[in-house]
């Protein structure tokens, strides 16, 4: 091994040390990040459950009536409870008609935040267990749970107002039901809004929310008229930008023990970029990261609303960037039970491709995996279950090809079959992302903003996850603590979720020993690039 100049290893500590020192500081110093303060915690006193999970969240001192003495996982966020508003008690199945959404859950946020002088303050709304989930179609209340009726009421009639609770509300301030009368493209609540905030690598913050308030001016895509509204074209004011929107995020699963336990999952994350495994399971697929739409359900639509093909750009993106062992990401695209990927906690009969977490990363086609499932059939399907089988890294992430897989919220079942969110979570997951209603092949999140803001950056969980989604008013949920940001090893060298001084010497020792964790590209010479990549890294922060 040739030896090292002294001196100019010297000047590199040095440099280094100086150069992160500085990125610390001017890092800790950003106000960019989202802050608890900017978090506005909705939840209602008369369920059991809201008021449980809101009290566990932010804490006894802004949540009143419940057990007391929570600290608060999240000190600092504000918290609204809507029984002060005077509404009836909101349905607890999941599901809220068209109207009341609008009177009973939107309605008295807009007021509260008036009223406080929070119009402009508040970047992101948190929903806790027991709020309704889904929105039900002006015209046919559950028409969302029927895929193909569904598609008619959106393509043909583009007359489709079925959506999450959840979506409607990052456009809070938009009156999109304007003009709502039942008929053809005859509002912007008609079919699905293009999210501004897709694939933005910024945070949220970056962008002003000075005009938030100003009605927009959405202009129809044509021939997508009532199916698919661009951000508008007209004077600047009136033209949704980033900064228009609210991240909203939920806090939700089968039991209020399921919530606790995924927040607290949630702090402090430190990825183990030697064991973590990515799972991509794609079936019926090239793997070849096509430039072009295909018949991929990871790869339908246009420029709109696709942005490639996702799994395998996903895929890429790890391998490429070198922090994760690359052994650890694994990509499938049989079909049939050959190619199903599984756990180990549950016992398919020796079918499927067993993978032995912990898994970071669980984006799975599900029960829309072509061909046969592990035990297909009436008893043992894995098509409900397969969540279920895996071990979980804390902030662990699910993200399916499943159109129905946040449906069973509330006292809402599963539908066709599907895996749900909630399961996950129930499992030891995370976080997840997902679809209340019929979403189409063509807007389902995309892993690779979940990957590149989130796992491999230093967004927070709801940033990320709004930037992976590409539709508003539309039918995505995001669930889990939309504060929570991600260390990984490599750069949090004592994981205890904090870049500090002491991993920059450790980082140091272990490149001046030529040490393999300093290897971060995992090309097996230690360079420069190396250092960059771990400057660049320690700078974004957790």
């Known amino acids: 091994m040739p030896a090292r100049p002294i001196g100019l290893f010297s000047a590199l500590r040095c440099t280094l040390v100086y150069a992160l020192l500085l990125g610390a500081a001017a890092h800790a110093q950003d106000g960019s990040r989202l802050a608890p303060e900017q978090v506005l915690v909705v939840y209602d006193s008369r369920v059991a459950d809201s008021l449980a999970v809101a009290e566990f969240y932010a804490g006894s001192g802004v949540v009143h009536g419940g057990a007391g003495g929570e600290p608060g996982v999240r000190p600092g966020v504000r918290a609204f409870d809507l029984a002060t508003a005077g509404i009836p008690v909101l349905p607890t199945s999941g599901n809220i008609g068209f109207t009341r959404f609008r009177t009973d859950i939107r309605a008295p946020i807009r007021a509260h ?315 030891g997951g995370t976080f997840a992302l997902g679809h209340c209603w019929e979403p189409f092949a063509l807007t389902i999140p995309d892993n690779e903003f979940i990957v590149r803001n989130f796992v491999l950056g230093d967004l927070t969980w709801a940033e990320a996850a709004w930037s992976s989604i590409p539709t508003l008013s539309w039918m995505h949920v995001v669930l889990g603590d939309p504060l929570a940001t991600a260390c990984r090893t490599s750069e949090d060298r004592n994981a205890d979720g904090v870049l500090d001084f002491f991993d920059v010497l450790d980082y140091l020792g272990a490149f001046d020993a030529q040490d393999p964790s300093a290897d971060l590209d995992r090309n097996s010479v230690y360079d420069f690039f190396d250092v960059l990549a771990f400057l660049g890294a320690f700078d974004e922060g957790c």
């Open 113 to 427: 935040l008036v009223a406080q002088g929070l119009e402009l303050n508040i970047r992101c709304v948190v929903l806790t267990k027991g709020i309704p989930h889904r929105v039900q179609d002006n015209n046919n209340g559950n028409i969302g749970d029927q895929p193909s009726e569904f598609l008619l009421q959106w393509s043909g009639r583009r007359n489709a107002t079925a959506a999450s609770v959840d979506s409607e509300l990052a456009l809070l301030w938009q009156d999109l039901e304007a003009g709502e009368a039942g008929r053809s493209a005859d509002s912007f609540a008609d079919g699905w809004v293009i999210n501004p905030y897709w694939q933005q690598p910024a945070p949220h913050n970056t962008f002003s929310n000075a005009d938030a308030l100003v009605q927009k001016e959405l202009a129809p895509v044509f021939p997508m008229s009532g199916r698919i509204w661009s951000l508008g074209v007209g004077a600047p004011e009136t033209v949704l930008t980033p900064g228009d929107m609210l991240l909203v995020s939920r806090l939700d699963g089968h039991t209020v023990a399921d919530v606790r336990a995924s927040v607290l999952r949630a702090q402090s994350i430190v990825y183990d970029v030697d064991e973590a495994v990515f799972v991509f399971d794609e079936s019926n697929a090239n793997g070849v990261a096509d430039a072009a739409e295909n018949s991929e359900l990871d790869n339908q639509g246009d420029a709109l609303s696709n942005s490639g093909d996702d799994y395998e750009r996903s895929r890429d993106l790890l391998l490429s960037d070198g922090r994760f062992d690359p052994a650890h990401v694994a990509y499938n695209s049989a079909n049939g039970p050959s190619g199903f990927l599984v756990g180990p906690l549950l016992d398919f009969g020796g079918e499927g491709v067993l993978i032995d977490g912990p898994v970071l990363l669980l984006a799975h086609y599900g029960q829309n995996h072509a061909g046969g499932k592990p035990n297909d059939g009436p008893v043992g399907s894995a098509a409900p279950i397969y969540a279920e089988s895996f071990r979980y890294a804390d902030g662990a992430i699910f993200n399916t090809v499943e159109s129905y897989n946040t449906r069973a919220l509330g006292t809402l079942g599963t539908l066709f079959n599907q895996e749900q969110a909630a399961d996950f979570i129930g499992a």
